[in-house]
Nanobody, 126 residues
Framework: QVQLVESGGGSVQSGDSLTLSCAFS????????IGWFRQAPGKEREFVSL??????????YSADSVKGRFTISRDNAKNTVYLQMDSLKPEDTAVYYC?????????????????WGQGTQVTVSS
C-alpha cells in the first residue's frame, strides 16, 4: 500500500520561507510522479507543482501563482519530494497535500491522482 506523509508546515510571516517534505513508502517511488496541491478554507483543492521522473528525465511544472517562488525537487534515495516555498504570501495559506500517480505527464486535476497524504497546514500572516 502506497503511503505519502507530508511534513514541514507551520505558521510564518509574509516573505518567509518553508520547505515541505513528502515521504513516500509502500512502493517504488521512482515509478510514481508526485504533485503538490493545496486547499484553502471554502475553496477547491488546487494544483501547485509537480515533478515527473523517468530514469534520466525529469519534468517539473508549477502553477503561475507560485512560479518563481516555489521549487519542487525529489531525492530518490530518500524517497522524498520537497517543495521549497520562498517569498510566501498570505494567499498561500492552505493545507498542502502531496499526491502520487504512475503515469508521466502534466496532470493538474486532483481526481487523476491515485494516492494522497493527510496534508500539512501552512499559514502565512501579513
Amino acid at each position: 500500500q502506497v503511503q505519502l506523509v507530508e511534513s514541514g508546515g507551520g505558521s510564518v510571516q509574509s516573505g518567509d520561507s518553508l520547505t515541505l517534505s513528502c515521504a513516500f513508502s509502500g512502493g517504488t517511488s521512482t515509478s510514481y510522479n508526485i504533485g503538490w496541491f493545496r486547499q484553502a478554507p471554502g475553496k477547491e483543492r488546487e494544483f501547485v507543482s509537480l515533478i515527473n521522473w523517468d530514469g534520466g528525465s525529469t519534468l517539473t511544472y508549477s502553477a503561475d501563482s507560485v512560479k518563481g517562488r516555489f521549487t519542487i525537487s525529489r531525492d530518490n534515495a530518500k524517497n522524498t519530494v520537497y517543495l521549497q516555498m520562498d517569498s510566501l504570501k498570505p494567499e498561500d495559506t492552505a493545507v498542502y497535500y502531496c499526491a502520487a500517480r504512475q503515469a508521466w505527464g502534466v496532470v493538474l486535476v486532483p481526481r487523476l491522482y491515485d494516492y494522497w497524504g493527510q496534508g500539512t497546514q501552512v499559514t502565512v500572516s501579513s
